[in-house]
């Protein structure tokens, strides 16, 4: 009996050490370098791509809280190397760090300008299959070197690449951008009628050292940046498709002068496709909520007929900016609204026939606009503190 | 290579004496027969000399020479 | 003729065994995927309601001969000449079909997890755990295929519900967009493998107790499993939407955009975690059906003698039979599910029928089951 028993101990202490851990496939953490973003340019010289890894450096992060004397020891390095291919160049950064490169934390990849109006078919293959990267990671473009923005060093995070990634996930605060990532991104591409679009990130100069900022976003027909969404259009576009969280909307004062702040609360889209008579109508049904949250003016806007001409007002501005994206898209042929893909799943039949004259159709199609804006609250306050 | 042999001894160790002992002489043979083909076949792999698939034998029959297969698209 | 097998399972066992056995095709969904797409959720059901009917054909054959596995029904109902050749074909299906699901594992653990170890260990590690579990008998699978069917139903549950903020049901529109000859393949493919898979159960239900309630239960299990299936395909299609043609393994990917309050990421390990039990559910019962099989057809005593050289066989097998997981896919769509079609369409229930026809078995007191 204890012959047996002693046996089953023995067994139980021994499996878990022989199972666990893996034979030749086990790294440690110190062999490792673990990147949190990446940036991939054109060498101006050579042609080739030029990759930047941001690499974290252990230690240095959490020892250095705060602004403990802000020019100490940066928490991450960048690394860059030049290949044929992404993997190419992955390995040959190998010659610089000595440690395989660890992708599974990557959070933003960036791509500069020059190889995004080239095409980013081909540079995006590497991040789809290695097993390695998350489809969650975002994606963005670079108006100037990629290099540049991932140095700038922000003042209150310690890893500009993380410094990216929650600058885009507070999109919801202005709605002027909105986050892509990898899986959106070539949803949109393998989509032969989406145009997709990617955030357009930037370096301005600051106080003491630059910062980063997203400034728009790019649209691109198939795989080729073409243009560029301002701050208005990219509202107009995240209006149409629905994912509007809060943000700001200045209108005019009905009144004598200055301007009106009203804050989005929740916004709620319904576009319906229709085709009739050949021609091709997209009814948009809006349904807003807003609350008052400024008025720059001295008359008093707290009041019932305030509201009405607020609301009038703000459904303006609100197809305006709507307006203003879709002319745009129009100018460059790009669905960027997905409108093809509305149609294609609406009318199967009659899709496959129009499909490969997208571009032609696409500028004559009708929007039908209808906004419905309720403001709901004005805050603190029930009447201006103006005298009288 | 070299777990090939002290895996194969460890079954051959596991099996026989107790067979033996009870005079199972039928269940002897047909582990001899399966534990032969067994050793051929991992000398076979360790000697990187090529197994024959039987997978790939049937797909011929089927997909080649009857034709029975699905369009590619 | 003494029963090799003296174990007994309960009639909610078998439907245990039934749904984990089911659920162990999880991976193929990923497959299936490839060919149609959007759809998937609709071949599953179409291929379900296309196996019921055989299903049930296997169940009512083993009902009607309590206590014996098939090898045992084909020598009664065929004569011995043709009853063992209509076994070997029935062995051949488990013996080659146990390799692939080796191989699947292995090809799990290659391209996702552990890319690094060499293929062949994960196999023999495998197989070597299989031939353990088995050598305990059937009870003791029967025992533990509770703990694995809901691990399995847990997974597939907790991850569509965590993904539901990204699903996107437009996604399944348009609905009937593909040519029907993939959704044809598609439907063969779901008839052949997670349904069509279980005559493995023809070497088992006879084991069942005399209250077992054996054709209820079979169905229930496989509803159970294939309800398993159908939400993770129904999670894919609605989370991935267009891409997920073009990923190795969407139930992956899909789980790996759980991304909640930055603390619930990267769950794709719990996937890993359920399809490797369910596939190592899936193995174990088919090990056992071939060396019970084998062994009633040598006429032995025991299964235990062959359990170690088999699970070598069967190890070197899953490493060679094929090149790369591209022509697995390949063959296994074409030939594969071709040359097992007469084996789980024609023969048990033609089995049955001839049962009917002949009165066999004779029970006491002339009354035909």
């Known amino acids: 009996m204890t012959k047996t028993l002693t046996f089953k101990v023995i067994m139980c202490l021994l499996v878990p050490l022989l199972l666990s851990g893996c034979l030749g496939g086990g790294t440690e953490i110190n062999d490792l370098e673990i990147v949190v973003g990446m940036g991939v340019d054109k060498d101006k010289d050579t042609g080739k791509i030029l990759l930047t890894a941001q690499i974290v450096r252990e230690g240095e992060i959490g020892s250095n809280s705060g602004n403990g004397g802000g020019q100490n020891a940066k928490a991450f390095w960048n690394v860059t190397a030049t290949g044929d291919t992404i993997f190419d160049a992955i390995r040959e950064m190998t010659h610089k760090t000595g440690n395989r490169l660890f992708v599974s934390h990557n959070h933003v990849v960036i791509y500069g300008y020059n190889i995004a109006e080239e095409g980013l078919q081909e540079h995006i293959d590497f991040f789809l299959r290695s097993h390695e990267m998350r489809p969650t990671a975002f994606i963005l473009i670079a108006e100037c070197d990629v290099s540049a923005v991932l140095d700038a060093k922000p003042e209150t995070e310690e890893l500009p690449a993380m410094n990216i990634a929650k600058l885009l996930k507070s999109h919801g605060y202005t709605s002027h951008f909105i986050e892509v990532n990898l899986k959106d991104f070539i949803s949109c591409l393998m989509s032969p009628t989406t145009s997709p679009v990617a955030p357009i990130v930037e370096v301005t100069p600051g106080e003491e050292s630059e910062d980063i900022y997203i400034s728009g976003m790019a649209i691109f027909k198939n795989d080729k940046m073409v243009g560029k969404l301002n701050k208005e259009e990219t509202r107009g576009l995240l209006w149409v498709k629905g994912k509007i969280k809060s943000g700001v909307l200045l209108v005019p004062s009905p009144g004598k002068q200055g301007k009106i702040a009203l804050e989005i609360l929740e916004a709620k889209t319904k576009v319906t496709p229709k085709m009739e008579n050949g021609k091709i109508v997209m009814d948009v049904n809006i349904k807003v909520d807003t609350s008052l949250a400024e008025q720059a003016t001295i008359e008093n806007m707290t009041t019932l007929p305030g509201f009405e001409k607020m609301q009038k007002i703000q459904e303006e501005v609100i197809k305006h900016e709507i307006m203003a994206a879709f002319e745009k898209s129009k100018e460059l042929k790009a669905d960027i609204f997905g409108f093809g893909e509305m149609l294609h799943k609406k009318y199967s039949s009659k899709w496959n026939a129009i499909k490969d004259n997208w571009d032609d159709i696409y500028p004559d199609i009708v929007l039908n606009i209808d906004v419905k804006a309720e403001i709901k609250k004005a805050d603190l306050l029930v009447k201006a503190p103006v005298p009288g | 290579m070299i777990f090939l042999l002290p895996v194969y001894a460890i079954i051959l160790i596991i099996n026989v004496p107790g067979l033996i002992k009870r005079k199972e002489w039928r269940e002897l043979i047909a582990f001899f027969v399966f534990y032969t083909i067994a050793f051929v076949l991992g000398l076979m792999y360790v000697l990187d000399i090529t197994i024959p698939s039987p997978m790939k034998g049937l797909n011929c029959l089927i997909s080649d020479l009857l034709g029975l297969k699905y369009p590619k698209y | ?369």
């Not at chain 3, 055989?54 to 009607?64: C, G, N, P």
């Not at chain 3, 697995?328 to 033609?350: C, F, K, R, W």
Request: hydrophobic content about 55%; aromatic content about 12%; some cysteine.
């Open chain 3, 1 to 369: 003729m003494t029963n090799i097998e003296k174990g007994r399972i309960s009639g909610p066992q078998l439907l245990f065994l039934v749904s984990g056995f089911v659920q162990g095709s999880v991976m193929l969904i990923d497959f299936a995927v490839g060919m149609a797409e959007k759809q998937t959720w609709m071949v599953i059901l179409a291929g379900l309601l296309v196996s019921i009917p055989f299903v049930i054909s296997y169940a009512a054959l083993a009902k009607r001969f309590p206590g014996m596995n098939v090898i045992q029904i084909n020598d009664i109902i065929y004569g011995r000449i043709l009853g063992k050749l209509l076994s070997i074909y029935y062995i051949f299906f488990l013996f080659i079909t146990l390799s692939f699901n080796i191989r699947d594992v292995g090809e799990l653990y290659t391209i996702f997890l552990m890319p690094n170890t060499p293929f062949i260990f994960f196999l023999a590690v495998f197989t070597a755990t299989c031939a353990y579990a088995v050598s305990r008998g059937i009870e003791v699978l029967a025992r533990i295929s509770y703990l694995f069917v809901i691990t399995g139903i847990f997974v597939s549950i907790s991850t569509t519900i965590l993904l539901v903020d990204k699903m996107d049901f437009s996604n399944f529109l348009p609905l009937f967009e593909l040519p029907f000859i993939r959704i044809f393949q598609g439907i063969h493919i779901m008839v052949s493998i997670p349904f069509g898979e279980t005559i493995v159960f023809l070497m088992i239900i006879g084991y069942t107790n005399k209250d077992g309630n054996v054709i209820k239960n079979t169905l229930s299990g496989l509803l159970l499993g294939a309800f398993s299936l159908f939400i993770v395909a129904v999670r894919n299609t609605a989370v991935l939407g267009i891409t997920q043609t073009i990923w190795t393994a969407p139930s992956f990917q899909s789980t790996r955009l759980i991304d909640i309050g930055t603390v619930l990421t990267r769950m794709d390990f719990l996937v890993g975690i359920a399809q490797t039990v369910l596939i190592f559910f899936k193995c174990c019962l088919f090990f056992y059906a071939l060396l019970l099989a084998v062994s009633e057809i040598l006429g032995l005593k025991s299964y235990m003698p062959l359990v170690l050289p088999l699970a070598g066989i069967e190890v070197i097998i899953a490493a060679t039979v094929f090149q790369s997981p591209l022509d697995h896919a390949e063959i296994t769509q074409n030939a594969g599910i071709i040359y097992s079609l007469p084996l789980m369409l024609v023969i048990p229930p033609l089995t049955l029928l001839i049962a009917k026809i002949r009165r066999l078995p004779e029970s006491k007191g002339g009354k035909v089951t």
